[in-house]
């Protein structure tokens, strides 16, 4: 073959290229058309009978020199690539997305920045079970120049015999607290029935675990001017756990922080297993803040200090843990929850490490 022969050939394959290249983009097109009707009505973006039956015309048809094998596998890369595509043009009109909003969401509340440029520190009891408990709580707090205190007044328990929290009582207790001391007060809240109700007394209204996908209390959450602390379920994924927030934004309310709070696996040696990458890939696809819950992820005091490290280093905007007078007592999950000395060294270990040093507050 001559010189001049391999360069008609040459020219020849350079003009398929491109006509390859015009098609697969129309094909795209078309695809993305596809893809936002099938969204309208509600239909899944794959639709594997359709896609086998594409590849058997398509086989069908062969004439050669490609194996049906090949062109088969040709085809369905083909395919994969389009489904990705939907799901690019998906992911760019989410609330929460980067690419809606690319500078950070900061959440003010009573002149506590949650995103902002400082880190915050969430502590409080696991349980609200009186006003002396919750009030020792939070005189440490002030003492150590902390703003936000948590505690649960409604809790989900596995067993349905384990204290349930004291309701509405919790609730007026922690705004008791949060008047005396001036400080962010946050708590569960599980029916959306309860949430106009909770909005008069915390200050931040948090969706655990277990409700990550009670998508009615996710809507009824959405149309509260209100604080939203929502936690990543049990078994979610980071997408999932990204939906979930976009129910709250998509029926209004803008105040959204997330909680990593570890996901369930095959580890015993925790409670849950901490994805501290989670963190990472929620600051660059999400505008929202984000928390890391050391105290549920690990359920072990001997790991709450590195684990509260690793989440602030990765680049959380704070840590929630959990802390109570006196732990050996208390009426849910003591085993995990520090004493107020020990809560207080693991202040100054995070201030010596300098990965927590909120400005003009002194080490105590």
Do not use: W
């Amino acid at each position: 073959m001559s010189h001049d022969q391999v360069e008609s050939i040459r020219s020849q394959l350079d003009e398929i290229n491109l006509q390859l290249l015009e098609l697969i983009n129309k094909r795209a097109t078309l695809v993305q058309q596809l893809g936002q009707e099938k969204k309208k009505q509600g239909i899944n973006r794959f639709d594997p009978e359709r896609e086998g039956k594409m590849l058997n015309l398509i086989v069908e048809n062969n004439n050669g020199p490609f194996s049906d094998t090949a062109i088969r596998h040709l085809f369905k890369q083909i395919f994969s690539a389009s489904l990705d595509l939907q799901k690019e043009d998906s992911q760019k009109v989410l609330l929460v997305s980067r690419k809606k909003q690319e500078e950070d969401t900061v959440v003010t509340i009573k002149g506590v920045q949650f995103g902002g440029a400082e880190k915050i520190l969430i502590a409080g009891p696991c349980s609200v079970e009186s006003y002396e408990q919750v009030r020792e709580v939070a005189a440490n707090h002030v003492e150590q120049g902390l703003r936000v205190i948590r505690g649960g007044a409604f809790k989900p328990r596995t067993s349905p015999y384990d204290f349930q929290g004291l309701g509405l009582e919790g609730l007026e207790i922690l705004k008791r607290i949060g008047d005396e001391f001036n400080l962010v007060t946050i708590s569960e809240i599980v029916t959306p029935s309860d949430l106009e109700m909770a909005i008069k007394y915390v200050d931040v209204i948090q969706i655990g675990a277990r409700n990550m996908q009670n998508f009615e209390l996710l809507k009824a959450a959405g149309r509260l001017n209100h604080p939203i602390l929502l936690k990543r379920g049990l078994s979610a994924t980071i997408e999932e756990f990204v939906y979930a927030a976009e129910y709250i934004l998509s029926e209004g309310n803008s105040q959204v922080m997330l909680c990593e709070r570890g996901i369930r696996t095959y580890e015993k040696a925790t409670r849950n297993t901490l994805d501290i990458s989670a963190v990472p890939i929620l600051k660059q696809e999400t505008h929202l803040p984000v928390f890391v819950d050391v105290t549920h992820s690990t359920g072990r005091r001997d790991l709450l200090l590195p684990t509260a490290k690793a989440g602030l280093a990765v680049g959380s905007d704070g840590i929630m843990v959990e802390v109570h007078p006196n732990p050996d007592v208390a009426l849910s999950d003591a085993k995990q929850q520090l004493t107020i000395p020990a809560f207080n060294e693991m202040l100054s270990n995070l201030y010596a490490s300098g990965l927590y040093k909120p400005e003009g507050v002194a080490v105590k």
